[in-house]
């Protein structure tokens, strides 16, 4: 295992990252706190670069790359938000990128990623294993790997988001009770409780699944790594992990409170509520914290409590889907 | 005519609405910036509590009011967005309001409106007069008007939109060299033109309006407040005003550069790609200013654009519609 980040290296992140990642809106909506009767803090991460938080881990690690000594390039696996992340932040190096992703990927987040001037292999989620095909390349192009989560760079890159959560609430005098993280390999969730465990150490931090995607809530019970039952099925393909990465868990382990899960109705709800009131575009992998505030899943009476809008992404046809529903 | 207002009652509106309004995100996008070759600042107004700027104008007038000598309440007459803005403003005062609003209201609209608590008259845009409707109900109730635009302290409310955008800048050193409004009455785009000519006077202010509804772009060549052939046809139902204000077309006249007009295509164009690309709903008549830049009827190459994404009350039916269309 890698040298766990410290929280230091997000600080660090925060600078290499500034001016090329945008720093998103906190916010708040009026009808949100008088529907829970709390203040619900959202960090608007569908409005960062590439659409969602990823951006910030990739471009920390790829910015630290020398281009004239990594001719061949990046190569990472990813099932969307993280491609366009590393698309994205190597076509601003100059550097080729190829992404390995999934056949069910969102054709909005393959046609982005290719946008970006990536090259694109796919895989069978069900019977291929991901880091095999992306070492494959890695070895025959003499490339660098940008793993999803199991990077320190990549770890402190989305810590950068809560540091910014925790900055923003500290000039408005304001400490969250509870912090909800929407988590798949548990990157996001590492980075953002390393900062919180070190500017807010009182904010409890709580990961967020979809159901039959809650390998982290049940490993945060058993204190091991549990792997899920199935591989794909689930409207939030960006939360679709087989299992707690090696780091993430190490960091998390001790760090984080209570996981939290949420069913593909709530989620699809949440996408709604985001529509209507919310006025964002939200996928459905980022609405998951927001649905378990809604749900009440986490007590948000007189409290503050702060969720991440992690990501945008969303095929215009599941969107419509979801719209008519109501 | 009222007493224009000054740039001090901008000043002022902005401490009074200070707490209750949203200071919405000023925001740039990395994909649209590449794709018009210039720097588009986005004033994220759907964010704004009730989904479009019209909350500013209406707490810097109700605010101001004393419940206890206006018992009749407040009255308005509104296409959906005001209405909005007047009834939670009223809300929050502890006051009644009354909305007369078209029959073809999007119901999204109608829907905000009531849940604010107020309640709605309706009336046929084609035949009917709303501002005699609602003068009867201000003198059977004993009720306050508060108009959409025609009002120094509506203007100055919307002021404040043009006020946060020129601090913002400020703080990162730019100067905008356009800044499109888009325009109904002319309230919004006669605040933001007035903090413009104090605040940043090089900057070009242009009026943006939905072909077919384009008095005011035909009244700035002619100097005469011109009026449209048509009361109602247009997706852009926030910008149908049969003419230019009489106090906004006083303040607007010396102050606009050229009016833009926008095709329906192009705001549907406009609407997708803020879904899309930019994460955000944008309802028609709020993304007229995005569709001038999308089409290049302003020329943003190596400039700074200013444009105000102002409302995001758009019915999901029509939404869906649009993002079949692509």
Redesign the interface.
Same mark, same amino acid.
């Given at each position: 295992m890698q040298e766990l980040p410290k929280f230091s290296d997000i600080e660090a992140a925060a600078k290499r990252i500034s001016g090329e990642a +945008?720093v998103t =809106?906190l916010? &708040?909506n009026?009808k949100l706190n008088a529907l829970v009767g709390g203040r619900i803090f959202m960090k608007a991460e569908?409005?960062q670069?590439t659409?969602s938080f990823k951006f910030r881990g990739a471009w920390n690690c790829i910015s630290k790359l020398d281009p004239a000594r990594s001719k061949g390039g990046v190569v990472a696996y990813s099932t969307g938000n993280h491609a366009q992340g590393v698309a994205?932040a190597a076509q601003l190096r100059g550097m080729a990128a190829l992404i390995v992703m999934p056949e069910d990927t969102p054709e909005?987040k393959s046609a982005n990623t290719k946008s970006y001037g990536a090259e694109i292999v796919t895989y069978d989620r069900a019977t291929e294993d991901r880091a095999e095909i992306a070492n494959h390349y890695v070895a025959k192009r003499g490339a660098v790997l940008v793993p999803p989560f199991e990077h320190a760079d990549i770890i402190a890159g989305q810590g950068t988001c809560g540091l910014e959560i925790i900055n923003e609430l500290y000039g408005r005098n304001v400490e969250l009770d509870d912090m909800l993280v929407n988590c798949g390999g548990g990157g996001l969730t590492a980075g953002v409780a390393l900062a919180f465990s070190q500017k807010s150490p009182k904010t409890k931090v709580h990961s967020v699944e979809p159901e039959g995607f809650d390998d982290y809530a049940r490993s945060l019970r058993s204190g091991i790594r549990e792997k899920n039952a199935r591989a794909a099925g689930s409207i939030c393909d960006a939360l679709l992990t087989p299992q707690p990465g090696e780091m993430t868990f190490a960091m998390n382990k001790g760090r984080l409170a209570e996981g939290y899960v949420v069913s593909e109705a709530e989620v699809r709800r949440a996408v709604r509520f985001a @529509? &209507?009131t919310?006025?964002?575009?939200?996928e459905p992998g980022g609405a998951a914290g927001l649905a378990a505030v809604l749900i009440g899943k986490v007590a948000a009476k007189g409290k503050n409590i702060g969720i991440i809008l992690s990501g945008?992404n969303v095929d =215009?046809k599941l @969107? +419509?889907e979801i719209?008519?529903e109501?």
């Open positions: +945008v =809106p916010l &708040e009026a569908c409005l670069r659409g994205a909005i @529509f &209507e919310l006025k964002l575009v939200v945008g =215009p @969107f +419509v719209l008519m109501a």
